[in-house]
């Protein structure tokens, strides 16, 4: 079956950064386009960057020039570095496999805490 595992979150302090993984399985990794979203509470997900197949990138404007994405399809893993964090990064962060019309599959999700 298809997993998706997030780790690397954790509590950091405004200006800090971490670096989030998802390791997936299950799916043929190279094809799909990569997503990573995020909670706050009481406010809807909302899209923090994605990785294209191809390897286009699309970032909020929120965190552009700040995050990062990337993949690396050797070991089915997308990553999203984290620089610069402010106290409204504080979210849990999903990842996330698409692919054209096909159903999404989504991680458990990691807490991020930003601290100020």
Do not use: H
Not at 6 to 24: D, Y
Not at 33 to 56: C, D, F, H, N
Not at 74 to 96: F, H
Request: aromatic share 10%; charged share 15%.
């Amino acid at each position: 079956q298809v997993q998706l595992v997030e780790s690397g979150g954790g509590l950091v302090q405004a200006g800090g950064s971490l670096r989030l993984s998802c390791a997936a399985s299950g799916i043929i990794f190279s094809i799909y386009s990569m997503g990573w979203y995020r909670q706050a509470p009481g406010k809807q997900r909302e899209l923090v960057a994605e990785i294209t197949s191809g390897g286009t990138t699309t970032y909020a404007d929120s965190v552009t020039g700040r995050f990062t994405i990337s993949r690396d399809n050797a070991r089915n893993t997308v990553y999203l570095q984290m620089n610069s964090l402010k106290p409204e990064d504080t979210a849990v962060y999903y990842c996330k496999a698409g692919l054209a019309i096909l159903t999404d599959y989504w991680g458990q999700g990691t807490q991020v805490t930003v601290s100020s």
